[in-house]
Nanobody, 124 residues
Framework: QVPLVELGGGSVQAGGSLRLSCVTS?????LAWFRQAPGKDREGVAS????????YYADSVKGRFTISLDNAKNTLYLQMLSLKPEDTAMYYC????????????????????WGQGTQVTVSS
């Protein structure tokens, strides 16, 4: 079991920013952030490889969110700028169990290990 612990959620007004952190145990495969709003499916937000390169983003967050990885600190980050009410969701950190192909990098099925989630609420 790979423990993943998310930190940094909270409530902000539209236009504000938050940075989420995910403490990993030095896991060395692809990492990602997902989110799930009430009544909706879990969706992939951003993904990055084990050396902190080759990021992918959902169209809905491109230009506003940045995923990064600090392997020295075993921490994955999601910097979120210009937040919108539609960004309100539970955000989850996830790690794959091995290498995954490009079609799977933002798909829930590509990931095996999950954190418990952290709530982000954006008010208008």
């Amino acid at each position: 079991q790979v423990p993943l612990v998310e930190l940094g959620g909270g409530s902000v007004q539209a236009g504000g920013s938050l940075r989420l952190s995910c403490v990993t145990s030095g896991y060395n495969n692809r990492l990602a952030w997902f989110r799930q709003a009430p009544g909706k499916d879990r969706e992939g937000v951003a993904s990055i490889n084990e050396i902190g390169t080759n990021p992918y983003y959902a169209d809905s967050v491109k230009g506003r969110f940045t995923i990064s990885l600090d392997n020295a600190k075993n921490t994955l980050y999601l910097q979120m700028l210009s937040l919108k009410p539609e960004d309100t969701a539970m955000y989850y950190c996830a790690a794959s169990r091995g290498s995954i192909g490009r079609p799977w990098v933002l798909k829930e099925a590509g990931y095996y290990y999950w954190g418990q989630g952290t709530q982000v609420t954006v008010s208008s």
